[in-house]
């Protein structure tokens, strides 16, 4: 059998407890918060937002990003000309196919329903083999040690529990496994005059500059939800990627590499410039033991 042909399949493990621990699996039906009023606001949007963002990755497929994403992941992972990969909150599956097209066994979660609904059609229009699961970041249903390398794009920042998603990511990952993921501090000019001031100075430049290639494509309303959302969140305030090195250092992973601005790799002139007050970064850490 194939190394892409290999997928996970369900394991009956009973759950141990809810402690956050790096050697211990967590069930996420247990451990989940049963009500979440954060968790409904920001999947009611991106359920809303998926279309859109579908598109997004659909076009992302089909140009020169498709293989500067993908080199630049695998840059950072560990050797092996067939890694199982877990894609954290992969949206419309870019991340997941992609990196099943090259070659790898790959799972995905997340926990919007049409956000699977179009990963799941993405991967197979474009014929990649990606186990897609509906599962919460921040509690993971995979037993330890599953795998070797867990990616995302832009997930870190809406979460509720970001220290306890990246225990469950040690926890899962191998000894020697990666974390490479991406973020930026999207609303922290909620917070910070200054940021507040230059990203409205670059929203405001945007529109002359490419009045046809509109960003924001959801309703004003939804926009304003998604902020108050963010004022909600603990990282929106939070200077990164230094929180993030510093939580990693902490855990007892190693820093392999961290990129301040991922730009110059896999962004185009449009999203650089928009992007410019609160640039996208990049984290890979190894898990030693």
């Known amino acids: 059998m194939s190394c892409v042909a290999e997928l996970w399949m369900e394991q009956d493990v009973v759950p141990k407890g809810n402690e956050i621990s790096p050697r211990k699996r967590v069930s996420s039906q247990e451990a989940a918060p049963a009500h979440d009023e954060i968790l409904e606001g920001l999947t009611s949007y991106w359920n809303e937002r998926s279309v859109t963002y579908s598109e997004q990755n659909v076009e992302e497929m089909n140009n020169w990003k498709r293989d500067a994403w993908r080199n630049l992941i695998l840059k950072y992972a560990p050797e092996g000309e067939c890694l199982d990969i877990l894609d954290v909150g992969t949206g419309p599956g870019f991340f997941a196919m992609n990196l099943a097209l090259a070659g790898h066994r790959v799972t995905a979660v997340d926990v919007t329903d049409e956000m699977l609904t179009h990963a799941r059609q993405n991967a197979a229009a474009y014929g990649a083999l990606v186990d897609f699961r509906k599962q919460r970041g921040e509690f993971l249903d995979f037993p330890d040690h ?13 979460l509720e529990y970001p220290e306890r998603a990246l225990a469950e990511w ?37 529109k002359v500059r490419y009045p046809d290639h509109p960003h924001d494509k959801m309703l004003k309303h939804r926009v304003q939800e998604l902020q108050e959302i963010a004022r909600k969140l603990p990282l929106t305030p ?11 250092t902490g855990m007892g992973m190693k820093i392999c590499e961290i990129i301040p601005d991922i730009s110059p790799y896999c962004l185009d002139e449009i999203e650089t410039f928009h992007y410019g007050a609160t640039p996208m970064f990049m984290v890979c850490a190894e898990k030693t033991e």
Do not use: C, T
């Not at 939070?238 to 990693?248: F, G, K, N």
């Open 238 to 248: 939070v200077q990164r990627p230094a929180w993030d090195q510093e939580i990693l």
């Open 146 to 158: 599953s795998f070797d390398l867990i990616v995302n794009r832009n997930v870190i920042w809406n």
């Open 170 to 206: 040690q926890r899962v990952l191998k000894p020697g496994g990666r974390m490479v993921y991406f973020d930026a501090n999207w609303y922290i000019y909620l917070f910070d005059e200054e940021v507040r001031k230059k990203h409205e100075a670059i929203h405001e430049e945007y």
